[in-house]
C-alpha cells in the first residue's frame, strides 16, 4: 500500500498527471525545490522536503534530501521489525514510492559551456535517492523514466499496487542508468587520460532494430549519451527504417567523403568502398565513382560531401540503391529521390569525431585511436620522382586505401579510383585483383609495405607509374630497386592503415 511519495524531477513530461493520480488515492507527497513550486502552482497538495527533515536547504540547493529522514524512509526494510523500529523511535515515516529524473548533464556536457558550469550539472542528491529507492525495491516504488508513468496509475488503479516483477524492472532501470550517467561523468573528468583503469561506456539505445548482420540476429543501435558523433546526429529523410548493416555502411561511407575538401562521392557495398572519386561537381563526382564498379555499387550506398541536386539524384534512382548520404539536398532533388519510396535518404552535417574505436573479442573489448594519421612523412626512395599530378592521385588513392579491408590496393588516375582490391589474405591477390579491374590506372597505393617485390613487377606489367606504401619491410630495396628498373616512382608514408 503506498502512503507516501517523494517527487523531485527535472524533467515535469507527466509529472502532474501522476502527481494528481496519487493524491486522489490518498497518497501524501513530499517535494523539493523547483518540483514543489511547480506542483503547488498547479494546486496539488505537497509538503516541502524541510518540512519533513527539519533543515532548510543549503549551499545553492546542494544539500536538500540527504538526510537521515529522507534516506531512512526510503531504505528501511519494512518486514525488518528492528529497521521499523529504529525509524519510529527517530520519528521517521516510510516513503513508498521515489520519482526522481536526473540534472541533465548528459545533455549539458555537449553545450559551450566552461567547466564549472558543467560540474554543477552533476546530481548527487537525486541519485542517492533513486539507488536507495532501487536496493530496497520490494518496499519501494522507483520511477526515473516518464514513460513508466502510465505503467503505475493503471496498476495501482486495478490492483492497488505495483507487483514485484514491474518494481524489481524499475530498480534494474535505475542501476541502468546510473552506469551510464557515470560513466559520463568519469569520462568528462579523465577526458585526458587516453586509457584509464576501467572501460566505461555511455550509450543511449536509440532504436531496435529488425535483425543483425543475418536475419537470425537481433540487433539495437546504442548512440552515445556525450559528444556529437557523425552518425549519432544524422537525419533520415525518407525510405525504410534503416538495418544493422545500413548503419555500419553509412559510417564508412561517410568517412570516406570527409577525408577530401574537394567534392567528393563514395559508393560503398558491404563496409568496404567499391568505387571513390573527386569532381568538379557532385554529378562528375558521382559518375566517375560509379564507372569505377558499376556492378558492385547496384543495391549499395552512395556518399557525397556536397549538396546534392536535381540532375544527381535523377541518374541515381537509374539504379537500385539503399542509402543516399550527405550533408543535404535541393528540394527538387529531395523530391526525386523520394519517387523510390523505399530509399534512404540521409541528410548528415556533422563530420566524424571519435577519438577511439572498439571492437568486442569474446570475453574483453579491443580500444584503439582512431586512425587519423595519414603519413609520418611523404619520403620519395626511388630515382624517379612523382609529378605534381601523380602525388595528387597519390594522396588520393592512400586516403581511400584507409578504408579498404586488408589487405588493401587501390589503383587510380585523375582522382578517381579504377580498381579496388581488398580482403584478401596476401598483398599479391589484392594487386592483381585491382589492376586487373583498373586497368589504365597511374598509381598504386597499398595500406601496408611490400614483403616481396612481385607487386611492383606486377605494377609495372599495368602500366603504373608510381607507388605510395608505409615502407618499412626488411626487403624494401628489392621493390625499390625493381621500380627504378621499370620507371616508376614510389613514395614511403612511415604509416600503415591496416583494417581488419
Not at 95 to 115: A, S
Not at 294 to 305: D, K, M, T
Not at 377 to 398: G, N, R
Not at 422 to 431: E, K, S, T
Amino acid at each position: 500500500m503506498i502512503k507516501r511519495a517523494l517527487i523531485s524531477v527535472f524533467n515535469k513530461e507527466g509529472i502532474l498527471e501522476l502527481a494528481k493520480f496519487l493524491v486522489n488515492k490518498g497518497v501524501e507527497i513530499i517535494s523539493t525545490g523547483g518540483t514543489y513550486k511547480y506542483l503547488k502552482e498547479n494546486d496539488i497538495n505537497v509538503i516541502e522536503v524541510n518540512e519533513v527533515t527539519g533543515f532548510d536547504e543549503i549551499l545553492d540547493g546542494r544539500v536538500k534530501t540527504l538526510h537521515p529522514s529522507i534516506h531512512g524512509g526510503i531504505l528501511a526494510v519494512r518486514n525488518n521489525e528492528e529497521h521499523m523500529k529504529v525509524i519510529k523511535e527517530k520519528n521517521i515515516k516510510p516513503i513508498d514510492m521515489v520519482v526522481v529524473n536526473l540534472y541533465p548533464f548528459f545533455e549539458k556536457v555537449k553545450e559551450n559551456l566552461d567547466f564549472d558550469e558543467k560540474i554543477e550539472f552533476i546530481d548527487i542528491g537525486g541519485p542517492t535517492m533513486i539507488r536507495a529507492a532501487a536496493k530496497n525495491f520490494k518496499d519501494v516504488i522507483v520511477l526515473t523514466d516518464t514513460e513508466d508513468y502510465k505503467n503505475v496509475i493503471e496498476q495501482i488503479e486495478n490492483t492497488g499496487d505495483v507487483d514485484y516483477s514491474t518494481r524489481k524492472k524499475f530498480a534494474g532501470k535505475v542501476f541502468n542508468l546510473m552506469s551510464a550517467y557515470d560513466a559520463a561523468i568519469g569520462n568528462f573528468l579523465l577526458e585526458d587520460e587516453e586509457y584509464p583503469e576501467y572501460l566505461s561506456l555511455s550509450y543511449k539505445k536509440s532504436m531496435d532494430l529488425r535483425y543483425g548482420e543475418n536475419s537470425h540476429q537481433t540487433a539495437a543501435y546504442y548512440t552515445a549519451t556525450t559528444g556529437k558523433g557523425a552518425i549519432n546526429n544524422f537525419k533520415l529523410l525518407n525510405g525504410k527504417q534503416l538495418s544493422y548493416n545500413n548503419i555500419k555502411d553509412m559510417d564508412i561511407a561517410w568517412k570516406v567523403v570527409c577525408e577530401f575538401e574537394d567534392i567528393a562521392c563514395c559508393g560503398l557495398k558491404h563496409n568496404t568502398p567499391c568505387g571513390v572519386a573527386l569532381g568538379e561537381d557532385v554529378y562528375d563526382a558521382y559518375i566517375k565513382a560509379y564507372s569505377c564498379d558499376p556492378v558492385s555499387i547496384f543495391g549499395g550506398i552512395v556518399a557525397f560531401n556536397r549538396k546534392v541536386d536535381k540532375k544527381t539524384a535523377e541518374k541515381m534512382i537509374s539504379i537500385f540503391l539503399e542509402i543516399v548520404i550527405a550533408p543535404d539536398f535541393d528540394e527538387d532533388a529531395l523530391d526525386v529521390l523520394k519517387t523510390k519510396k523505399n530509399l534512404r535518404v540521409v541528410k548528415c552535417t556533422v563530420k566524424p569525431e571519435d577519438k577511439f574505436n572498439l571492437a568486442k573479442v569474446d570475453g574483453g573489448i579491443l580500444v584503439q585511436s582512431e586512425d587519423t594519421l595519414f603519413a609520418e612523412k611523404m619520403e620519395v626512395v626511388t630515382e624517379k620522382k612523382p609529378s605534381q599530378e601523380e602525388m595528387k592521385d597519390l594522396i588520393f588513392a592512400m586516403k581511400v586505401c584507409k578504408y579498404v579491408k586488408s589487405n588493401a590496393i587501390v589503383v587510380v588516375k585523375n582522382e578517381m579510383t579504377l580498381g579496388i582490391g581488398g580482403g584478401q589474405v596476401n598483398r599479391i591477390w589484392a594487386a592483381k585483383e585491382a589492376l586487373e579491374r583498373g586497368k589504365g590506372a597511374l598509381v598504386m597505393a597499398s595500406d601496408a609495405f611490400f614483403p616481396f617485390d612481385d607487386v611492383v613487377k606486377t605494377a609495372a606489367e599495368y602500366g603504373i607509374k608510381a607507388i605510395i606504401q608505409p615502407g618499412g619491410s626488411i626487403r624494401d630495396e628489392d621493390s625499390i630497386k625493381a621500380c627504378n628498373e621499370n620507371g616508376i616512382a614510389m613514395v614511403f608514408t612511415g604509416t600503415r592503415h591496416f583494417k581488419h
